[in-house]
């Protein structure tokens, strides 16, 4: 009897370590990623961060502001020296993917990658020309979205939510005329 119990104590024991052991809780840091996909967005897109003004830092309540918000600030930015080459080099592509996008032959997907949604009425050399352009871009958005995942500590299995939240924002962001994925295969003009 003794031995019966034991061995029912020694069973349930293995299973509440086991049970206790397959809990993991991953944290994703959503808005730390949607802050970071705001401001590199509209840095490439040259657009003015919502509530900023343009002389902002010559406004005499600019002079005094606390640690806490220097340090708030430097928490939210998410940069290195891999990112800044991102956005440079994005940045300086932008304006001659606009005219293609505004016309609607480049689209903004779910996975924050660029699509060419039509080829018609571009030559060959325009058309090699935009291929090019498209291409050029979804390599450095990809390496953007491991890049700010690495500054983040977010695990690379996490990267296609850091493609969808930074989605969001381009398709947020992209010029009017532009084709939006807004469900798997399904696009709409802006």
């Not at 010559?58 to 956005?87: D, M």
Request: glycine share 4%; net charge positive; aromatic share 8%.
């Amino acid at each position: 009897m003794n031995r019966n119990i034991s061995t029912k104590f020694w069973v349930m024991m293995i299973f509440f370590l086991v049970s206790a052991c397959v809990t993991v809780n991953i944290y994703f840091p959503a808005a730390e990623v949607r802050k970071a996909a705001e401001d590199i967005v509209k840095d490439v897109r040259e657009q003015q961060p919502a509530g900023s003004e343009e002389n902002s830092s010559l406004s005499p309540t600019s002079w005094f502001f606390s640690v806490a918000e220097a340090h708030a600030a430097s928490e939210l930015t998410v940069s290195n020296a891999t990112i800044r080459q991102l956005k440079a080099r994005m940045k300086k592509r932008f304006p001659s993917l606009a005219p293609y996008m505004a016309r609607g032959l480049v689209g903004e997907g779910l996975n924050g990658l660029l699509t060419i949604k039509s080829l018609a009425g571009l030559g060959l050399k325009e058309k090699a020309k935009l291929k090019k352009l498209v291409d050029a871009e979804n390599k450095d958005r990809m390496a953007l979205y491991r890049a700010v995942a690495q500054a983040l500590n977010i695990p690379s299995s996490q990267l296609s939510r850091v493609q969808s939240i930074f989605a969001q924002q381009w398709q947020k962001t992209a010029p009017k005329g532009t084709f939006i994925e807004i469900k798997p295969g399904k696009w709409v003009r802006k």
